[in-house]
């Protein structure tokens, strides 16, 4: 290899230079801002796909793709995120609490929410569903009428049930989807009911090959957005940016292939700030 002398001004300005960059400090977004810290983020954690605790301790899944992404851009590493379960329910008494700075869990955006929280984004576009049994014939809510309906506590899939998706099933509320599923299995329910991109990933789980289908109805439309404390705008606007660039640079579309692109038709980038009704 070959070395080359550099003069002593040029040491010194590059001596310069690399402190200057050391101190951007305060309210600098870029990463490694927070050495030291570590930052809480909400996700499901038996969710294929989008959010789930691998047996090993691992986390996978397009939401825990974006709150990488994001908390980078907010200035923490991966090994600085300490990822806590937010079940349904728990969402926004996770955030006014201050539990968690962020939640990225299949959290939709709205307006009885946004009385409580704060939603970036949003990120993803999903569609109500029913996951039933393979060669079912329950096609629509109205077949499900004196049937039982699995649904989850605290989430827009419970409260569309009774408000216009089958109102005289039998609602059957459970804590997470993953419960659900066994319920469906099980035979203890006739159908599942949530967003297209949670029952799909569940849908591919090894150990229900071929056993569950989708119906494919799109029955509302689910906004995700990235849940946020009341109140925190500097967190809000920079979370904003941080998902448009990763929108722009193609690491959104690379998350959401590479965690749901074999198992589900998602929808193109929503933009940021564009919730649709
Ligand atoms: N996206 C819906 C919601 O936020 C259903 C999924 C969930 O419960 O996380 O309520």
New binding site residues.
């Given amino acids: 290899m070959k070395l080359h002398r550099v003069p002593a001004a040029a040491t010194v300005a590059l001596v310069l230079s690399v402190t200057a960059t050391a101190c951007l400090g305060e309210g600098d977004q870029g990463s490694g801002s927070h050495a030291g810290e570590t930052i809480r983020i909400g996700i499901?954690f038996d969710?294929p796909g989008l959010g789930l605790k691998e047996p090993g301790g691992e986390f996978s899944g397009f939401d825990v793709d974006v709150a990488t992404y994001v908390a980078k851009e907010l200035g923490y590493e991966p090994d600085q995120i300490e990822f806590v379960e937010t079940k349904?329910a728990d969402r926004e008494n996770a955030l006014s609490r201050g539990d968690v700075k962020f939640i990225a869990?299949?959290?939709?955006i709205?307006d009885e929410r946004k009385e409580k929280v704060d939603f970036a984004g949003p990120y993803l576009l999903?569609h109500?569903d029913l996951l039933v049994k393979a060669g079912s014939d329950i096609e629509s809510g109205s077949d499900l009428d004196g049937g039982k309906l699995c649904s989850?506590a605290?989430?827009?899939?419970a409260q569309n049930v009774k408000k216009n998706i089958a109102p005289k099933a039998q609602l059957e509320e459970y804590t997470s989807?993953s419960e659900c599923l066994v319920g469906l299995q099980s035979g203890a329910v006739d159908a599942v009911t949530?967003?297209d991109s949670?029952l799909a990933g569940f849908a591919a789980q090894k150990q229900y090959k071929d056993q569950f289908e989708l119906v494919g109805l799109k029955l509302s439309n689910?906004n995700?957005g990235i849940g946020l404390k009341k109140g925190d705008t500097a967190t809000l606007e920079a979370v904003n940016k941080a998902l448009q660039k990763m929108v722009r640079d193609g690491s959104w579309g690379e998350a959401v292939k590479g965690n749901l692109g074999l198992t589900y038709q998602y929808e193109p980038a929503p933009r940021i700030g564009v919730v649709k009704e």
Avoid: C, L, M, P
């Fill in positions: 499901k969710q349904s869990a299949t959290y939709s709205t999903a109500q989850v605290g989430s827009t899939s989807y949530t967003d949670i689910e995700y």
